[in-house]
């Protein structure tokens, strides 16, 4: 399951095996590193199962959270115990899963020389500061998150222009499979052609280093990164989206507001 593969890119810092699903913690750092990805048999019953879920969060100070593949068998169960979909998630409850073919001659470093500089884009083994300060957004800098940002096999992608960094990206190797993610490009920098010279690197770093394909995982309403992504040859794999507690139910209180 692709969602899997995906899930063991953005390493948690705590997880346990609820029969087939997995319970994540990260310290509050995203939605996906600090929910219950629902794939699978619970191994139990669905009820119980969002019991044990509510049990995870509570014991570790987050908000109970379900990730689960729309339309699934086991959205429809979240669904019918009364879990209702996280609105308040700040980076959008709704999530597009888009992935692509690596080829050799289909990804290539770029160098595009804007007007009175010269640009660069390289895709590093470790972070630099400039990488940590674009990659993470206000409140987000934490020993968590960088534990989550570096777990496995990580490449960093960074953009330069006249050795300022300008633009950056993540990339993790799981099982073939390059995961995308934290492209960012300074906001004085952008329509620049620096998100596409980022994701050709990465794209090449990925299959240098066994890659055949990618994925990345994107908020159903920012239309301007799917068409980014769109014109870069990613199509739709599948949705997913985050479920939570009906207020008054386990938990009350504020959903999470992290991606």
């Known amino acids: 399951m692709l969602e899997i593969r995906c899930s063991r890119a953005w390493p948690p810092l705590a997880e346990a095996q609820l029969g087939e699903w997995v319970l994540r913690w990260a310290g ?4 996906r590193a600090n929910s219950v990805l629902a794939v699978g048999d619970a191994g139990r019953p669905v009820r119980e199962a969002l019991d044990a879920v509510c049990d995870f969060a509570h014991d570790r100070g987050i908000p109970p959270m379900a990730q689960v593949v729309r339309d699934s068998p086991n959205e429809h169960a979240i669904v019918a115990e009364g879990w209702v979909e996280a609105k308040g998630h700040r980076r959008g409850h709704e999530v597009v899963v888009l992935t692509a073919p690596l080829a050799p001659e289909r990804h ?31 409140g987000e800098d ?22 300022v960094t300008t633009g950056v990206v993540r990339g993790a190797l799981v099982d073939g499979w390059l995961h995308v993610g934290r492209l960012e490009v300074a906001p004085a920098f952008r329509r620049r052609g620096l998100a596409s010279a980022l994701m050709a690197a990465l794209g090449t770093w990925g299959v240098e280093h066994g890659a055949d394909r990618a994925v990345l995982q994107v908020a159903e309403g920012n239309e301007g990164a799917l068409a980014l992504y769109a014109g870069l040859g990613y199509a739709p794999h599948h949705r997913y989206r985050y479920w939570v507690p009906a207020p008054g139910s386990r938990i009350e209180g504020e959903e999470d507001s992290t991606s």
């Open 28 to 31: 509050g750092f995203t939605g």
């Open 108 to 138: 290539f470093h770029v160098k595009v020389p804007p007007p009175g500089g010269h640009f660069h884009v390289k895709v590093t083994d470790e972070p630099s500061d400039a990488w940590w300060e674009l990659t993470l957004g206000p």
């Open 142 to 163: 934490s020993p968590a998150a960088r534990q989550v940002l570096t777990g496995g096999k990580v490449g960093y992608g960074v953009a330069t222009l006249d050795g």
